[in-house]
């Protein structure tokens, strides 16, 4: 069994910097591809972006492509999402995912609950 927690969620002005992490705890979750993705208001969930379980390959969204930078530490138990430059429509809960594909899909096989990011303008 995978458990994820996320934390680091708060309410920031627009154009300042927030680091999300995802705990993850579990034998296998060195190995799994790990992902974060966001439900804004009334919209459905998107992915944001995806980091391989071997750490080397990326991949992100264009909405957050160059301003989003998605990495893991060297136990690979702990997935990091820093957000620079952040505009009102990062708003939304952001969830952390895992599971054996590297995907741009909701394919995972285990999710946190979410934490919330607020940006004011």
């Known amino acids: 069994q995978v458990q994820l927690v996320e934390s680091g969620g708060r309410l920031v002005q627009a154009g300042d910097s927030l680091r999300l992490s995802c705990a993850a705890s579990g034998r296998t979750i060195s190995s799994y591809a790990m992902g974060w993705f966001r439900q804004a208001p009334g919209k459905e969930r998107e992915f944001v972006a995806a980091?391989?379980?071997?750490?080397?390959?990326?991949y992100y969204a264009d909405s957050v492509k160059g301003r989003f930078t998605i990495s893991r530490d060297s136990a690979k138990t702990t997935m990091y999402l820093q957000m620079n430059s952040l505009k009102p429509e990062d708003t939304a809960i952001y969830y952390c995912?895992?599971?054996?594909?590297?995907?741009?899909?909701?394919?995972?096989?285990?999710w946190g609950q979410g934490t919330q990011v607020t940006v004011s303008s």
């Open positions: 995912a895992a599971g054996p594909l590297f995907t741009t899909s909701q394919q995972y096989l285990y």
């Open positions: 980091v391989s379980g071997s750490g080397y390959r990326t």
